[in-house]
């Protein structure tokens, strides 16, 4: 969206659009599963886990950096992802209010 449209929305709605947005890709849903999976610091085990070339799993843990779901940190020569808490979190926590607050009905349409 460009800046001009998200002003008209709130913080929240923009923050979970941009959170959803870095979700919207089945690679970055599976970066993110094999992160969880290994429930500690990746560095570098993607490639042969997920078959992908390694520029396009740098490009999608860039888009998941950028969103602010996983934090890397720099080992030697190599960068080590894992999840944001914190982030992680606020997304739970996003996601499940915006997805109870319609109260499911039979009678719709």
Known sequence: MGTTK?????EKQNKLAVLL????????????QEIIKTNA???GDLVSEL??????IS?????????????????GVSVCYCINPTVWKQLQTQL??????????????
């Open 6 to 10: 998200t002003e008209i929305f709130t």
């Open 41 to 43: 610091c990746i560095c």
């Open 59 to 75: 490009q999608h843990l860039k888009e998941l950096k950028t969103a602010g779901l996983i934090q890397g940190t720099i080992e």
């Open 21 to 32: 947005k870095a979700l919207a890709h089945p690679a970055r849903i599976a970066i993110l």
């Open 96 to 109: 499940k209010a915006f997805l109870e607050s319609y109260d499911l009905k039979t009678n719709c349409c």
């Open 51 to 56: 078959g992908l070339a390694q520029a396009t």
